[in-house]
């Protein structure tokens, strides 16, 4: 209420177009910074490469926008950090489909942030890929971010591959066909990260 208040009064002391300009700002600025959704987050697939002391990703997500008019989406890539697992490296992010283009990122509140812009009724696909150390032997994906779009995902695939290594757990059941690491979901709502362990190979331990 008191920033409302004081929002008014400085309004009324500005020209008339200033202040659209102004409230034109604050109305798309949760947009632009990625704290509410613009486009429909609808899929995703998931592919980790599970190495001796550090983990590959690969994300594609598949974004659409609903309306008759382009918009611009804010996105922040969520990133478990702690002592066994440092910030991660050689972070990528591109636009795919339907054109190829690399998107650039900045950090903005202790976060990883880029943005991309749509146009009406656009759908866009988004390559995430970057690298972690690993030294516990174990991992996280976060997955509970997909809640603040609103809905469940279409579909969700989420795979692991090793290099050196063999899995050992994963808190998602496996369900691929051919006995393939990994698991997937239709109208996907995840309520917990996905967290997986895994041991060396006995030609790669210390």
């Known amino acids: 209420m008191h920033l409302f208040s004081t929002l008014q ?22 947009f632009a910074t990625g704290l509410l959704p613009a486009v429909r987050f609808t899929s995703e697939q ?8 550090e983990i590959a990703v690969v994300g594609r997500y598949i974004y ?3 309306f008759p008019f382009s918009v611009v989406q804010g996105f922040y890539i969520p990133f478990p950090v702690d002592h066994d697992h440092p910030e991660p490296y050689q972070v990528h992010v591109e636009r795919v489909k ?20 749509f146009s009406a009724e656009e759908e866009a696909e988004i390559r995430v890929s970057y690298r972690q150390q ?3 032997n174990n991992a996280t994906y976060i997955l509970t971010t997909t809640s603040p779009w609103g809905r469940p995902l279409d579909f969700g695939v989420y795979t692991l ?17 051919h006995g393939r690491a ?8 995840p309520v917990k990260e996905w967290q997986f362990t895994w041991r060396k190979t006995d030609e790669n331990k210390l």
């Not at 990994?182 to 709502?189: L, T, V, Y």
């Open 9 to 30: 009064h400085c309004l009324k002391e500005i020209p008339l177009h200033t202040s659209i300009l102004l409230i034109g700002i604050v109305a798309l600025l949760p």
């Open 64 to 66: 659409k926008n609903p």
């Open 98 to 117: 339907p054109e190829r283009k690399t998107l650039q990122l900045r950090r903005s509140f202790g976060k990883t942030r880029f943005d991309a812009a």
């Open 182 to 189: 990994g698991f997937q979901k239709s109208g996907f709502m």
């Open 46 to 53: 998931i592919h980790v490469v599970v190495y001796p002391n």
């Open 134 to 136: 690993a030294l516990a």
């Open 161 to 177: 591959s090793t290099y050196g290594t063999v899995i050992l757990s994963s808190n998602y059941p496996f369900n691929l066909p």
